[in-house]
């Protein structure tokens, strides 16, 4: 089992800054494959970052790519997504997900799918405003 919780998250300008953090407790989080995902009202659930903790590349979505920054420390088993230059069409409630570490190491747009993740955090409100 792993607890996830994010936090971070509140109300920005657009062109603003926020980081979120997802602190990860319970079995440890190493071994996993931790994604960061996004729903706005009326719209489909996306995957915005991820990456494998024990190392390697990280997946970002087109929408988020050059913005945004997903890092990890693992002293702390906590994963956090720098957040920049936002927009309001980032508004949305932030997710932070973890599971077993195949999405992360097939890659391509399998890290952006969120049926291959078992633990889920309650989620951290991002509103951007213009």
């Known amino acids: 089992q792993v607890q996830l919780v994010e936090s971070g998250g509140g109300s920005v300008q657009a062109g603003g800054s926020l980081r979120l953090s997802c602190a990860a407790s319970?079995?440890?989080?190493?071994?996993?494959?931790m994604g960061w995902f996004r729903q706005a009202p009326g719209k489909e659930r996306e995957g915005v970052a991820a990456r494998y903790t024990g190392g390697g590349s990280t997946y970002y979505a087109d929408s988020v790519k050059g913005r945004f920054t997903m890092s990890q420390d693992n002293a702390k088993n906590t994963v956090y997504l720098q957040m920049n230059s936002l927009k309001p069409e980032d508004t949305a409630m932030y997710y932070c997900?973890?599971?077993?570490?195949?999405?992360?190491?097939?890659?391509?747009?399998?890290?952006?799918?969120?049926?291959?993740?078992?633990?889920w955090g309650q989620g951290t409100q991002v509103t951007v405003s213009s």
């Open positions: 997900a973890a599971g077993p570490p195949d999405p992360c190491l097939y890659g391509g747009s399998w890290p952006a799918n969120g049926n291959s993740y078992n633990y």
């Open positions: 319970g079995d440890t989080y190493s071994g996993h494959c």
